[in-house]
């Protein structure tokens, strides 16, 4: 695993990217702390990994999440009984 400063990033931008699509993830540095990682990624990824980094679907599945807890879930046979009528 590579680490780079921001310099190394804006300098060797190209040469860091080679790398990553090889498979060597990248730490990006800002002042001195870890700030970002580059990670390989894939046409058959790109998807999920949108899916998953979305505000928008982690607001969805975090309320999900909360009427789960609150027992206010419907059980998809209820749901699709409901649609036929």
């Known amino acids: 695993m590579k680490v780079a400063d921001t310099v190394e990033l804006k300098n060797k ?3 860091l990217l080679r790398g ?9 540095i800002y002042r001195g702390k870890p700030a970002a990682s ?5 046409e058959d990824e790109l998807e999920d990994f949108i899916l998953e980094h ?3 679907i982690r ?3 975090a309320e999900a999440e909360k009427e789960r807890q609150a027992d206010e879930v419907v059980l998809l046979e209820d749901y699709q009984s409901g649609l036929k009528r």
């Open 13 to 15: 931008t190209n040469e």
């Open 38 to 42: 580059l990670i390989p990624l894939c």
């Open 59 to 61: 607001k969805m599945i």
């Open 54 to 56: 979305s505000p928008r």
């Open 20 to 28: 990553v699509i090889k498979g060597e993830p990248v730490i990006i």
